[in-house]
Structure formats: structure tokens, C-alpha cells
């Protein structure tokens, strides 16, 4: 029997309105997410708030469509949604101060290089000429064809001389092409390449500032800075540039203080510090058009103050003002003509666009069964243990709750030794633990409903033993590495069933075998704690979380851990004339488990020689009949053509 999906029906005391509290939706979703009268998320992906798409009908439609789970979805429109508020912003502040330059964004291309997402912002970008960042050869290469005569192209990164050359090749085209300088080493060569083709190159130049960074990426900024010149070597290249009577070709100015800038005032120092060194060598003659604030525009992920990596102290609005009216400051100070200001946001053009579908597959419970009658034979420790359960069921005061806790931890214990030791049948044993986790289960509700402050340790204790596993269908090293690797928090939430209040608390884990394949984290109402409300999981029908702004660097940086790999993606246009609001324009399928072992040299051919040679001895040795070996072996070589993800039964409909 397939499962079918429940329809959502209201329950008194409780509505989408609260379903969407309780998940700090307006912490994180910036407008684009919500939770509909159906109990479903759904996404706003445009300047028109009446059209809302509905991501369960999006699922459905997928499957139809031959999609695998999970699933990645990215709604496109969100993407042009964030470049066009970014650049309006901007254009805002710009003519509310009276500042006489422009603002151009810049998309650094690491952060997602997918190439529907870069042409998409490309396209978003033109009214206002939005330019690219590239900080490799490979991206060097894949970005040169989409830039013309007008396009920005800023090159970072670690150079040599065939990327230098490939740069002065771009210029030579007439292509705006600016390499940054790094390291002084990397101004000799592109000066000595441009020598030999008797060439003036244009360029920029990244400083160390003093100013450091805020957040897990700090280090990005500051004298300890990975990339950028000092300020003597800035005052070298300098001289060398009046020399060769080519102080004109230094165009650019850049810092950059790392990703996700949670403090403002640390980027407003930064502003200031590098407006100060352009207005001395503006004053010494040179003609800089365009400081270059870098990336780090911050994204909310809905978490609090004690997590820098997911939340940052100010809006849009203000990051522009910090900008804008601290480089006027100090120019209107210096009496120096302002700078056109250049920004290399990725994040926070990316992140919101694409949303992880999760399916759960499963729920491990430690009170799974309940007590059965305890026989009059039964030892003592099972019934000293029932006769607690009794006791924490009748009363109601919370010392008594407490007391009861303890004295089942206490023959819990003394049971376990006995089991150990071999006087306690695992019949007995078994029942034991069902009786105990049965107390836990009452003695952390009653503490619960009494609210107590300061919440007592030992339910703190019950709570985390008391969360259940829900088994998604996906990989954490993968799909949200940033979660395992520095602690990034992600919102997550169900996708359905939200008109219906989640009644269970649960952590969700991945296939892996690591015991790091866990989302340990998340965002609700309360803060940020350790567990989710969910809804109990019924193997008959399907249960979907969605896992949020996983838009940026999360499927670059994602590992293959168990050989885990890419996942289908569905690619999402809103369209009001369209059933539900919108159309698929493209779908990709993930990576199969043939192409995952041929990554790391398993060849299919060689496999499929070796296996069949396995069968055709078990076959001759008269272990198999030669029909039974005949299927076995095209099993085998079917599933090669899979998905890596599993194949389960939820996956099936909707």
C-alpha cells in the first residue's frame, strides 16, 4: 500500500500564525517564506504579495516529473528579488546623502557558481550593470565568456602567470577585466607580462587594514590576513607606478573583512581606515575610481546573539548608510571627489533562493513500547520500578516528580549492574527499561507544565534524553557542511502539517555513519536550542522537513562522506498564470551511484566484470542456479544507475 499524505485540519488553539512563531519565520525568511491556511510553507518570491507558491505543490509536481528525494529546490524570482533590493537600496542612500558617485554590486562567484544561478543574477543585475568576482583559473575561465565590453570583472585569488595572461588577453578584448593584486610578487609578474606586449594593464589592489573582521571569518581582515599588501609595500607599488608614468592604471581600491560581518561598527571602522588611504593617494595624484568594500553583507539565520556565524546586528538600510556616508565623511573632510563604491555580496544574494526537501524515513524513540503488566514472579527491581511509575502518574507536586525521578535513576542503574553481571534475564531486563523510560516520559511533562525558574537539571537532563531521532533521507556533510564544520546554524522546519501542533521533540540525522551526521542546532521561538518540534512520524505516510538558506557555498563545499553526492534539483519560475502559481523551467538530476564510485575509481566496467566473474563461479560451482545468477547480477548493475540517497517508500508520492 503507498502512503498517502494527510490533509491538514485545524485544530482548536492552535494556526498557521502560531506555526510560524513557534519556527521564527520572521526571524530568518525575509519576507519570502510562510506558512499558509493549508499548514503548508509557502514561498513569496516576487514583489507581489498575493502570488504565494505552495512548496508542497511544488514537491508533488516534481515527483511527477520524475524527481528523486531529496530534493533540492531553488526559486529563481528569490534571487532577482535580492539583487534588485540590494542595488535599489543603495541607489536610495546614494540620493538621500547627496553622494556624487555610483554603487555597483559585484557577485563573487565561489559562493555559488552554478551556472543558472550566475546568469540569473546577471540578468537581474543588468539594469543597474552588476559586475563578477572570480578567485580561481576555473572560475577565470567560466566567467570570462559572460562578460562583454561593460560587465565588471574582479579577479581575486592567488594568480600566476597563465591566469595573468589570460587577464591581460580580457583587456586587450576591450573586456573590463581588473586583476587584484594580492601580493606585491603578483604586481611584478602582471607588470612584466604586460612589458612584453608593450602594455598599460589596469588593476586594482586589496589592503591589509588594520581593522579586523568580526565573526568566524576575522581573519579575512587584519595585519594576519591571508591576501592584501601591507601599507609599505601599497606605498612600493605606488612608486613604481610614478615611475613607469602609469599611476592612472591602479583603478581599484578593495578590502575585505570575510564573510558574514556580524558587527556594523566593525565594517564602519573599515570603511573609514581605507577612505583615509584613498584620500591621501588621491591628494598624491592618483586617479582611483572605485573603492571596493568587498563581501560580508550578513544574512540572518535566525539565531541569536551568541552565534555570530548565523546573526548579524543591523539591515540592509544600514549597511548601505555605513557605506555611503562614511566614504562622503571623509572625502567632504580630505576635499577629495568620492569614489564609485563597489560591494561583492554572495551570500546575500544567494542563500534564501534554495531550500533543502527532506524526507524522513524514520523515528528511533527511547519510550517506544509501552509498560506491560508486571507479573506477580517478576524480581524486585522491576517491581520497585513499577511501583515508581505508580507513583510519579498520581502526584502532582514537583518535589514528589523529582523524588521519583531519582529514585528510578537509582534502580535503573542497580538493574543495568545486575544485567551486567548476569542476574537480570534480558526478558526482565527489557521490561525494566520500559518502565523506566515510561517515568522519564511523565516526570518531564509534569516538570514542564509547571515552568519552573531556574529549570532544574534534572530536566534539562529528561529533555535531551527525551528527543527523539528522526532519520532524514540526506547527508550533513554534504548538503549543510557549514553545520558540522564551524557550527553554522540552518532553519529547519517541517514543510506540512503545520495547522497541527507538533507534540514530539526531535533532532534529525543523516545516513551517514558518523556520529556527526546530525543537525544539532535550531531556531524557534525560544532561541536557539537543541532539539525541534515535530509531529509524530507514521511509516504510511510521508513527512517532510525543509532545511533553509542552504543558497550559498553549502553544495561547493559539501564532501561525498559514504559517498554521498549531489542531490535532484528542481528549478522554480513564479508564474500567476500557470496551476499553482508557478512552472518548472529546469530539473537536474543528482549524481548516481555510477558516477559517484567512478569519482573515486571505481569503473563501472571493472566491476561489472569482476561481479559477473564471482557469479559465473558460484554458478559452476552448483551454489546458484544459472538464472538466479543472471538476476542477481542485472540487480546489481541497475541500482549502479540510482540516486545514493535511499530509495525509501515515502519517496514515492505525496
Not at 405 to 430: F, K, N
Not at 483 to 504: D, S
Amino acid at each position: 500500500m503507498q502512503p498517502t499524505m494527510r490533509d491538514d485540519t485545524l485544530k482548536p488553539g492552535w494556526n498557521n500564525a502560531d506555526a510560524q512563531a513557534l519556527y521564527a519565520m520572521d526571524n530568518w525568511s525575509d519576507g519570502f517564506y510562510s506558512v499558509n491556511e493549508r499548514g503548508h510553507v509557502a514561498v513569496c518570491p516576487t514583489s507581489d504579495l498575493t502570488l504565494q507558491i505552495d512548496v508542497m505543490d511544488v514537491i508533488r509536481a516534481a515527483r511527477t516529473e520524475g524527481v528523486s528525494l531529496p530534493m533540492l529546490i531553488r526559486f529563481q524570482d528569490i534571487i532577482s528579488a535580492r539583487v534588485h533590493r540590494l542595488n535599489l537600496k543603495f541607489q536610495d542612500t546614494i540620493q538621500e546623502c547627496g553622494y556624487a558617485g555610483t554603487y555597483r554590486s559585484v557577485y563573487p562567484v565561489k559562493v555559488n557558481q552554478l551556472h543558472e544561478v550566475v546568469t540569473e543574477i546577471l540578468d537581474a543585475g543588468q539594469a543597474f550593470n552588476i559586475g563578477l568576482e572570480c578567485g580561481s583559473k576555473a572560475e577565470l575561465l567560466a566567467t570570462l565568456p559572460l562578460v562583454g565590453d561593460k560587465t565588471l570583472l574582479l579577479c581575486n585569488g592567488v594568480k600566476d602567470d597563465v591566469m595573468l595572461s589570460l587577464m591581460l588577453n580580457a583587456q586587450q578584448l576591450g573586456q573590463q577585466v581588473v586583476p587584484i593584486i594580492e601580493k606585491y610578487s603578483e604586481f611584478e609578474q602582471l607588470m612584466a607580462l604586460a612589458k612584453a606586449r608593450s602594455l598599460r594593464p589596469r588593476m586594482g589592489v586589496r589592503l591589509k587594514l588594520g581593522t579586523r573582521g568580526s565573526g568566524h571569518w576575522s581573519e579575512s581582515g587584519g595585519a594576519r590576513s591571508k591576501f592584501g599588501l601591507t601599507l609599505p609595500e601599497l606605498v612600493m607599488l605606488v612608486h613604481q607606478l610614478e615611475r613607469d608614468e602609469m599611476t592612472e592604471q591602479l583603478e581599484l581600491l578593495h578590502f575585505h573583512l570575510g564573510s558574514q560581518i556580524s558587527d556594523i561598527q566593525v565594517l564602519r571602522s573599515a570603511v573609514k581606515e581605507i577612505t583615509q588611504i584613498y584620500a591621501d593617494l588621491t591628494l598624491r595624484g592618483l586617479r582611483i575610481r572605485y573603492l571596493d568594500v568587498g563581501g560580508g553583507l550578513g544574512v540572518n539565520y535566525g539565531a541569536d546573539y551568541s552565534n555570530p556565524d548565523s546573526f548579524i546586528n543591523y539591515g540592509l538600510k544600514e549597511y548601505a548608510n555605513v557605506i555611503v556616508y562614511s566614504v562622503k565623511e571623509i572625502c567632504d573632510e580630505r576635499g577629495v571627489p568620492v569614489p564609485d563604491l563597489l560591494s561583492e555580496s554572495g551570500r546575500a544574494l544567494t542563500a534564501h533562493h534554495s531550500l533543502l526537501v527532506v524526507p524522513v524515513l524514520g523515528v528511533h524513540k527511547p519510550d517506544s513500547t509501552s509498560p506491560t503488566p508486571v507479573p506477580d514472579d517478576a524480581p524486585a527491581v522491576v517491581t520497585r520500578m513499577n511501583a515508581v511509575r505508580r507513583e510519579v502518574e498520581l502526584t502532582e507536586h514537583v518535589a514528589a516528580v523529582l523524588e521519583c525521578y531519582h529514585d528510578a535513576l537509582e534502580i535503573h542503574e542497580e538493574g543495568e549492574q545486575m544485567a551486567r553481571l548476569g542476574y537480570l534475564p534480558v526478558e526482565h531486563a527489557a521490561q525494566l527499561e520500559t518502565i523506566y523510560w515510561s517515568i522519564c516520559r511523565v516526570a518531564l511533562r509534569k516538570l514542564a507544565a509547571a515552568e519552573l525558574n531556574p529549570v532544574p537539571a534534572e530536566q534539562l537532563e529528561l529533555e535531551k534524553q527525551l528527543t527523539d531521532l528522526y532519520l532524514g533521507n540526506f547527508s550533513v556533510f554534504h548538503s549543510i557542511i557549514d553545520h558540522w564544520a564551524i557550527g553554522q546554524t540552518f532553519p529547519v522546519m517541517p514543510l506540512h502539517r503545520l495547522l497541527e501542533k507538533p507534540e514530539r521533540r526531535g533532532q534529525l540525522v543523516d545516513l551517514t555513519c558518523d556520529s556527526d551526521g546530525k543537525v544539532s542546532q535550531y531556531i524557534t521561538s525560544s532561541g536557539t536550542v537543541n532539539y525541534l518540534p515535530l509531529h509524530d512520524f507514521s511509516a504510511s505516510e510521508p513527512y517532510y522537513l525543509g532545511i533553509f538558506l542552504v543558497g550559498a557555498y553549502q553544495e561547493i563545499l559539501g564532501d561525498a562522506h559514504n559517498l554521498f553526492g549531489r542531490v535532484d534539483e528542481v528549478h522554480i519560475y513564479a508564474r500567476t498564470e500557470e496551476e499553482g502559481g508557478f512552472w518548472i523551467e529546469e530539473l537536474l538530476k543528482g549524481v548516481s551511484v555510477k558516477e559517484m564510485l567512478s569519482q573515486v575509481q571505481y569503473f563501472p566496467n571493472d566491476l561489472d566484470r569482476r561481479m559477473s566473474e564471482f557469479v559465473r563461479q558460484q554458478v559452476n560451482a552448483g551454489r546458484i542456479k544459472p538464472n538466479d545468477g543472471t538476476r542477481i547480477l542485472t540487480i546489481y548493475n541497475r541500482h549502479l544507475e540510482d540516486t545514493t540517497y535511499c530509495n525509501a517508500r515515502n519517496n514515492n508520492t505525496v
